[in-house]
């Protein structure tokens, strides 16, 4: 594995581990505040959050974006930010009628339809990438279901839910490559943003008192969930495929679990326990590459 793909895997590491942690701050945050409000000033926060830097890098000559029209990055922005719109909106309304847990393992599918759709773009899916995601399915599924599993319209949703997130990380592969990281990750940002709020406003008792008692919450998720974590799945994607990239962001489920343990006191059972060390176990086998390993034996041998 050379440095850049370790350095990816790494920053979709942390990715997930943030998102994770993040699921302790919604819970909390929705106590005061709607699930569009909550979405749509955290996003908002991450969007203004990331105008610093933009300056910074703007001033100093470090965009690297000379070729590509603004025209095109705000459009790239506007399309990934309606799918994460999309994604996050039917997770939430799923989640009014089925479990936590049966949201998350259905949601997390997205595991799945990533290669899939990589398959339907003529990208190469490696064994060592199906093996991964399907050890890793099987561990979400230990880790998030604990009741008997059946289908309801809910479940349906979050099924939605998973292809969305699946497009959402297929286009940033695609787009990543071509635009300024930070500009691509602020009109995403802005878009869900306004498109939550109107949904918000639409729909939603909002008040200030309930915005400010979810402060905390709303902090974390905008700085750190939206504006750091969304900007580095963006980052890490420009060297990482799209089905390692979705393996490695799945373990955000593990991470919830660990939060809800030490934050929440939520029992973490023996089952769910077995699904996470089977979630890692997939996300290490799909970093696996057995040609790069061969190559790297036959040149040792040849040194001796």
């Known amino acids: 594995m050379n440095k850049g793909v370790l350095k990816s895997s790494m920053m979709l590491l942390i990715t997930s581990a943030i998102w994770g942690f993040a699921f302790v701050a919604q819970r909390v945050g929705m106590n005061y505040v709607g699930a569009f409000t909550f979405n749509g000033v955290r996003f908002g926060l991450g969007a203004f959050s990331l105008v610093p830097l933009i300056i910074f890098y703007k001033e100093n000559g470090k965009n690297k974006e000379k070729n590509r029209s603004f025209k095109s990055v705000f459009l790239s922005g506007l399309f990934t930010g309606l799918i994460v719109f999309l994604a ?9 009628g089925t479990t936590a847990g049966k949201a998350a393992f259905i949601t997390g599918l997205y595991i799945v339809f990533v290669p899939i759709m ?3 773009l003529k990208r190469r899916v490696g064994l060592n990438s199906w093996i991964g995601a399907l050890i890793a399915v099987v561990g979400l599924y230990f880790l998030c279901v604990t009741s008997s599993f059946f289908i309801s319209h809910s479940d349906l949703l979050e099924l939605a839910s998973a292809f969305f997130f699946a497009v959402q990380i297929i286009l940033i592969d695609i787009f990543s490559k071509k635009f300024d990281t930070l500009k691509l990750a602020f009109f995403q ?3 869900c943003s306004v498109l939550s709020l109107i949904t918000a406003v639409l729909f939603e008792n909002i008040t200030i008192s309930g915005v400010l008692q979810a402060a905390i919450p709303i902090l974390y ?6 504006g750091i974590a969304y900007t580095l799945q963006i980052v890490a994607q420009k060297n990482a495929e799209p089905t390692h990239a979705a393996i490695i962001m799945s373990m955000e489920s593990v991470f919830a679990a660990i939060g809800g343990f030490l934050v929440l006191n939520e029992y973490l059972s023996l089952k769910a326990i077995l699904g996470c060390a089977l979630m890692l176990a997939g996300m290490i086998i799909c970093q696996i590459r057995p040609r790069e390993i061969c190559r790297a034996k036959v040149e040792a041998c040849k040194k001796r």
């Open 118 to 120: 990589g398959m339907f």
């Open 88 to 96: 996050s909106s039917f997770q939430q309304v799923g989640l009014i």
């Open 189 to 191: 940002f802005i878009t």
């Open 221 to 226: 998720g905008g700085i750190f969930s939206v």
